[in-house]
């Protein structure tokens, strides 16, 4: 039992480059979403999926996009990567979205922008 | 969302009972309260929730006093492995999805 697995596990860009993150579970979850986190800071969220082909922004949702063709897989997109964007990125999911469930997050992907 | 309080830091001894306080003095009826643990530069790690009565499982125990304005995790037998920051989270429940609010956490260190 995976869990949910990111990848890749580190990644090094130079501004202005795009790349996607990838983000997949296998626990059946409705729920998925991706945070960020900064040094000493605590997790941000960025943008949250309810279920297959539904997405909608979190609190910094600003220079990411997201898509949720599946359930199991749920992967954010840097479309021009910025210095801002430094960070460590987690992605959680849960069953569902009530507050009643339990959000598991990946090992995150740690990713630098020169 | 019901902001919470824990204290920056504690000591336990291994072997020895950790018992991490949070105040959630705002919290509503329905809302839950969540543990979960960042080791190191690892992700978060759920460890517990519960509504109004205590809980057990087989990482830790929650007691949520009656007026549910405090709560408190209980490591029953910490090991060096338990050294982490502690978070004690209550999402919310509106429309903007089940987000959660990593706030400062309690940074426990466990002793030899």
């Known amino acids: 039992n995976a869990g949910v697995t990111q990848t890749p596990k580190f990644q090094v860009l130079k501004t202005g480059q795009s790349m996607t993150l990838q983000c997949a579970q296998d626990?059946?979850?409705?729920?998925m979403s991706w945070y960020r986190q900064d040094p000493g800071m605590g997790l941000r969220l960025i943008h949250y999926?309810?279920?297959?082909?539904?997405?909608d922004q979190g609190e910094v949702p600003n220079g990411y996009n997201v898509s949720r063709s599946t359930t199991e897989d749920f992967p954010l997109r840097l479309l021009s990567a910025a210095p801002s964007q430094t960070s460590v990125y987690f992605c959680?999911?849960?069953?569902?979205?009530?507050?009643?469930?339990?959000?598991?997050f990946g090992d995150g992907t740690r990713l630098s922008i020169l | 969302d019901a902001k919470t309080t824990q204290p920056p830091s504690m000591d336990c001894a291994e072997g020895r009972a950790a018992n991490l306080p949070c105040n959630h003095s705002t919290i509503s009826g329905n809302e839950y309260v969540y543990w979960y643990r960042q080791i190191h530069s690892q992700g978060p790690q759920y460890i517990i929730h519960g509504l109004k009565n205590n809980e057990t499982n087989e990482m830790a125990s929650l007691i949520i006093t009656e007026d549910r304005k405090s709560s408190t995790l209980i490591l029953p037998h910490a090991t060096l492995r338990d050294t982490a920051v502690y978070y004690c989270i209550v999402p919310r429940t509106n429309n903007a999805g089940n987000m959660l609010t990593f706030g400062g956490g309690t940074r426990l260190m466990v002793k030899p």
């Open positions: 999926s309810v279920g297959a082909g539904i997405t």
């Open positions: 626990m059946n979850h409705e729920y």
């Open positions: 959680a999911s849960s069953y569902s979205g009530n507050s009643n469930q339990p959000q598991h």
